[in-house]
């Protein structure tokens, strides 16, 4: 598992296992997104059998599938949502972090310049210039 933090409140991750757990817990994350569609992982990484293994170990669970057609803003807002509405460090993760990072830059549009967002993303590692166009687009919006 291999957690990339993009601010201090938020992180994302490569799909993680039941194994992985205990150490997002003693990370001190007190929710965990799954950004990942079912039909893209084998029943023992779906998000039933994650969702348990996070609440037995005391976090809070949510499960927001996403995909290029769902990358929709009703669902950049309720990432958002998610995120902001715990007490604390919030790991959403994917296939690889990509489109946790996505939506998290998306529904940062109206707290951060462009540049702000696209700097965050790399250094978490995530090389999202191609988003810049529909950043600067939203960021128009909420000027």
Known sequence: MEIR???PRYAVSPQITIEDVPAIAAAG???VICNRPNVEVPS???SDAIGDAVRAAGMEYEVLELTHQTMTPENVQRQRDLAESCSGPVLAYCASGTRCSVVW?????DQMTTEDILNATTNAGYQLE???PALDQIR???D
């Open 44 to 46: 023992i990484m779906q």
């Open 140 to 142: 128009g919006k909420a």
């Open 130 to 132: 191609n988003l810049r």
């Open 5 to 7: 933090p993009i601010t």
């Open 29 to 31: 994350f007190v929710k």
């Open 105 to 109: 830059a998306l529904g940062q549009c």
